[in-house]
């Protein structure tokens, strides 16, 4: 059996909303923010149920996602990475805009996809043109792990939950400067939140 069959219909449906995610962004790349806003788009999922319990509403969801698009566009610098070069006396906003100015907006971020496609050739997940970034692509790999440590058959929502905070990048970031942590979100599991 592999991977992507132990997903339960809700985290294969995360996934593909993740990758429609990338494609409405433009982007080169399915990034672990795409397989947050994937992960949002299941109103009824456990994932979410999760969220709404560590106080992360529905109404909050947007700032979420914006909050993932401008850690990527400033090139995955953290806020605590931002705030310990602005005590040094640099100004990572500054930078930024200083780049987009010259280079255009987004200029830290990948490549967007050109409309006519340039598909041929990629290694596909559950049906995605589109190549993984690596951090997105450990986020899946990890699911799978806090799956088999949660004694659970198969691949759900909370597991891909619990591998975006396990993973570096976007999504882990705006989540734990939220206080949502793994431990947070196991916390819950073990208090039978996840209905």
């Known amino acids: 059996m592999t991977m992507m069959e132990r997903f339960t219909a809700t985290a294969r449906q995360a996934v593909v909303d993740a990758v429609e995610a990338a494609r409405a962004d ?5 990034g ?18 999760l969220l709404a319990a560590s106080g992360l509403g529905p109404d909050q969801h947007p700032a979420l996602l914006r909050e993932c698009r401008d850690y990527r566009r400033r090139g995955g610098i953290g806020r605590a990475e931002a705030e310990a070069l602005r005590g ?19 200029a830290l971020l990948a490549p967007a996809v050109p409309e006519s ?22 986020a899946l790999e990890t699911s799978l792990r806090q799956a088999l440590d949660l004694r659970s058959k198969a691949i759900g929502s909370e ?3 619990l591998g ?16 949502i942590t793994s431990l947070h979100i196991r916390a819950l599991l073990a208090k039978g939140q996840q209905g």
């Open 159 to 161: 597991h891909l939950l």
């Open 26 to 30: 433009r982007a080169a790349l399915v």
């Open 117 to 138: 496609g340039g598909r041929r050739g990629r290694k596909r997940v559950l049906g995605s043109h589109l190549p993984w970034r690596p951090e997105a692509k450990k």
């Open 32 to 49: 672990e923010e795409h397989l947050l806003a994937g992960l949002l788009a299941q109103a009824d999922s456990t994932a979410v149920r």
């Open 88 to 106: 040094l006396g640099i100004e990572v906003d500054e930078i930024i805009d200083r780049v987009e100015e010259i280079w255009g907006e987004g």
């Open 164 to 179: 975006l905070l396990v993973s570096p990048g976007a999504a882990k970031e705006v989540l734990t400067a939220r206080g």
